[in-house]
T-cell receptor
Framework: KQEVTQIPAALSVPEGENLVLNCSFT??????LQWFRQDPGKGLTSLLL???SQREQTSGRLNASLDKSSGRSTLYIAASQPGDSATYLC?????????WGAGTKLIIKP | DAGITQSPRHKVTETGTPVTLRCHQT?????MYWYRQDPGHGLRLIHY???????DKGEVSDGYSVSRSKTEDFLLTLESATSSQTSVYFC?????????????FGPGTRLTVL
């Protein structure tokens, strides 16, 4: 059974720092992996989708990497801003379903 | 954004009453999903559909049923609501055709069972 874990559950850093969020999964037979952002009380915003054949994807200040053999993905956020404060969720496509981590709540202090 | 709507957006009901949530899509996607989101759990799959009248159970299906009579509509029913079903419910769709395809999410329904 595929399980997805995100560590840490919460993270608070000063504005301007570069930071890394971690996601691990137990079964390397994944289709794709996707990172989402969720603001409090809001819906889900897709950030990056990494296909199983890819190693990384970039969008602006965000870079996501995928290492299937070790069952890990990281989301790198450069030059963090207060507007980056949100919960970041990692999800793995497996057997036509998305399996989700519990998320990392990120707070960027001005 | 994909055309996915959920109704109602908010609902308060009492224990023991039946509740039906509706998801409507305009994208003609084959797959549709119902998730619930609770603090500390991320999203958990309740049921999903891989075509009209084709559905399967997810991780937390007990107490829920679904129906899909048309490609565009996926209904989630709580036959007899309980307080443990207080949650935020998200519907999603997926074409499933290409490796670059992403799931698209509705805005969510906040359900409170008193």
């Amino acid at each position: 059974k595929q399980e997805v874990t995100q560590i840490p559950a919460a993270l608070s850093v000063p504005e301007g720092e570069n930071l890394v969020l971690n996601c691990s999964f137990t079964d390397s037979a994944i289709y794709n992996l996707q990172w989402f952002r969720q603001d409090p009380g809001k819906g889900l915003t897709s950030l990056l989708l990494i296909q199983s054949s890819q190693r990384e994807q970039t969008s602006g200040r965000l870079n996501a990497s995928l290492d299937k053999s070790s069952g890990r993905s990281t989301l790198y956020i450069a030059a963090s801003q207060p507007g980056d404060s949100a919960t970041y969720l990692c999800a793995v496509y497996s057997n036509y379903q998305l399996i989700w981590g519990a998320g990392t709540k990120l707070i960027i202090k001005p | 954004d994909a055309g996915i709507t959920q109704s109602p957006r908010h609902k308060v009901t009492e224990t023991g009453t039946p509740v039906t949530l509706r998801c409507h899509q305009t994208e003609n996607h084959r797959y549709m999903y119902w998730y619930r989101q609770d603090p500390g759990h991320g999203l958990r799959l309740i049921h999903y559909s891989y075509g009209v009248k084709d559905t399967d159970k997810g991780e937390v299906s007990d107490g829920y049923s679904v129906s899909r009579s048309k490609t565009e509509d996926f209904l989630l029913t709580l036959e007899s609501a309980t307080s443990s079903q207080t949650s935020v419910y998200f519907c999603a769709t997926w074409s499933g055709g290409k490796s670059t395809d992403t799931q698209y999410f509705g805005p969510g329904t906040r359900l409170t069972v008193l």
